[in-house]
T-cell receptor, first 117, second 110 residues
Framework: NAGVTQTPKFRILKIGQSMTLQCTQD?????MYWYRQDPGMGLKLIYY???????DKGEVPNGYNVSRSTTEDFPLRLELAAPSQTSVYFC????????????????FGPGTRLTVL | RKEVEQDPGPFNVPEGATVAFNCTYS??????FFWYRQDCRKEPKLLMS???SGNEDGRFTAQLNRASQYISLLIRDSKLSDSATYLC???????????FGQGTTLQVKP
């Protein structure tokens, strides 16, 4: 298993450009997440998905969009890049057993380091 | 009250010391609790799950206090390699919205 993979690893964007951060997991997890982490700060939840076709906003969704057409993929779209979106972006996947109120651990991808100039 | 709160530190301790961190949470219905470790510029990785009876793994012990709504992480005999940021996660019981605490930074000095 490759786990959670993210592409690209690094990217520099100009203000106003758009891009899609790719995230794929091969563990058949139903839950997937996007977080951003600014230097010296904690993880902030951008969007999450509890299954294919279902997405919901996290703490800081403005300026981003997501889709979840398959269990494996959860791309994050930046439409009009702004300097405030300079950050490290982590994708994660995890799950919850059917009928259980307990969560399984999350597995994280290696991150995408994005700079907007 | 924030959903998950941690003291950011940093906690500066000498090698061999015992150090403990707490993480408070607001959702009393939460059933799952986790501690993650994050090294500088790397992705977080699971350190321990926290069970109602507590959990011990070598030098690491995690405890849950439901009455006061906090989880704790105790590290005994600190090593230089324990220097990292420790994140807690307390998932809510009915949604998939996982919020991390801001993390507690530990620096172990020689």
């Amino acid at each position: 298993n490759a786990g959670v993979t993210q592409t690209p690893k690094f990217r520099i964007l100009k203000i106003g450009q758009s891009m899609t951060l790719q995230c794929t997991q091969d563990m058949n997890h139903n839950y997937m997440y996007w977080y951003r982490q600014d230097p010296g700060m904690g993880l902030k939840l951008i969007y999450y998905s509890v299954g294919a076709g279902i997405t919901d906003k996290g703490e800081v969704p403005n300026g981003y969009n997501v889709s979840r057409s398959t269990t494996e993929d959860f791309p994050l779209r930046l439409e009009l890049a702004a300097p405030s979106q300079t950050s490290v972006y982590f994708c994660a996947s995890g799950g919850r057993a059917v009928g259980s109120s307990s969560y399984n651990e999350q597995f994280f991808g290696p991150g995408t380091r994005l700079t907007v100039l | 009250r924030k959903e998950v709160e941690q003291d950011p530190g940093p906690f500066n301790v000498p090698e061999g010391a015992t150090v403990a961190f707490n993480c408070t949470y607001s959702n009393s219905a939460s059933q799952s609790f986790f501690w993650y470790r994050q090294d500088c510029r790397k992705e977080p990785k699971l350190l321990m799950s926290v069970y109602s009876s507590g959990n011990e793994d070598g030098r690491f012990t995690a405890q849950l206090n439901r009455a006061s709504q906090y989880i704790s992480l105790l590290i005994r005999d600190s090593k230089l390699s324990d220097s990292a940021t420790y994140l807690c996660v307390v998932p809510p019981s009915n949604t998939g919205k996982l919020i991390f605490g801001q993390g507690t930074t530990l620096q172990v000095k020689p």
